[in-house]
Nanobody, 115 residues
Framework: QVQLMESGGGLVQTGESLRLSCAAS????????MGWYRQAPGKQRELVAR???????NYADDVKGRFTISRDNAEYTVYLQMNSLKPEDTGVYYC?????????WGQGTQVTVSS
């Protein structure tokens, strides 16, 4: 079993930055992809960014150039650096990880960007 613990959310103004962290514990040694999803009020959960164990990254189109995902495999931790934040980035951000046959989710951290 794997547990994911997010931190770093909060309330910021348009144009400011936040850094989210997600630490995996438990049987984290075999994790493949790790990433971040977000869910805005009244909307479905959507992918924000994802990084493979080898470092390959994918981003949602609306965050390209503003967000950067990184990963520390030794510490089983994934980060999301969010710059130039916009009100439409507001939502609950969920950490995600997977390995063969299993997906894992964190409890979510709120990010609110005021205009």
């Amino acid at each position: 079993q794997v547990q994911l613990m997010e931190s770093g959310g909060g309330l910021v103004q348009t144009g400011e930055s936040l850094r989210l962290s997600c630490a995996a514990s438990g049987s984290a040694f075999s994790l493949r992809n790790m990433g971040w999803y977000r869910q805005a009020p009244g909307k479905q959960r959507e992918l924000v960014a994802r990084i493979s164990s080898g470092g390959t990254t994918n981003y949602a189109d609306d965050v390209k150039g503003r967000f950067t995902i990184s990963r520390d495999n030794a510490e089983y931790t994934v980060y999301l650096q969010m710059n130039s934040l916009k009100p439409e980035d507001t939502g609950v951000y969920y950490c995600y990880a997977d390995r063969l046959g299993a997906n894992y989710w964190g409890q979510g951290t709120q990010v609110t960007v005021s205009s």
